[in-house]
């Protein structure tokens, strides 16, 4: 079984930032992928950003630029830094992770950008 734990959400004004983390524990395998999603009410949920084992990177459009994707693999932890932050933002963030064709999710953390 393997857990994500999920933290460094919460809310902030338009332009701040934030860094959210995630860690992966039980049965983590060398070779996955791991990335963050977020899900705003009442739409989809939609990949924010993901970086492979070996840390080739993939951004939503829309972040590019603003957030920054990294992991730590003795860790098993993954981040993100998130600037220059707008409303558009506001969603919870949830952390995945993939490997062995299965796929993990953690219980989201909150972000709030207010204008």
């Known amino acids: 079984q393997v857990q994500l734990v999920e933290s460094g959400g919460g809310m902030v004004q338009a332009g701040g930032s934030l860094r959210l983390s995630c860690v992966a524990s039980?049965?983590?395998?060398?070779?996955?992928?791991m990335g963050w999603y977020r899900q705003a009410p009442g739409k989809e949920r939609k990949l924010v950003a993901l970086?492979?084992?070996?840390?080739?990177?993939r951004y939503l459009d829309s972040v590019k630029g603003r957030f920054t994707i990294s992991r730590d693999n003795a860790k098993n932890a993954v981040y993100l830094q998130m600037n220059t932050l707008n409303p558009d933002d506001t969603a919870a963030y949830y952390c995945?992770?993939?490997?062995?064709?299965?796929?993990?999710w953690g219980q989201g953390t909150q972000v709030t950008v207010s204008s």
């Open positions: 039980g049965s983590i395998n060398r070779i996955n992928l």
């Open positions: 970086i492979t084992w070996d840390g080739d990177t």
């Open positions: 995945n992770l993939v490997q062995l064709n299965l796929q993990y």
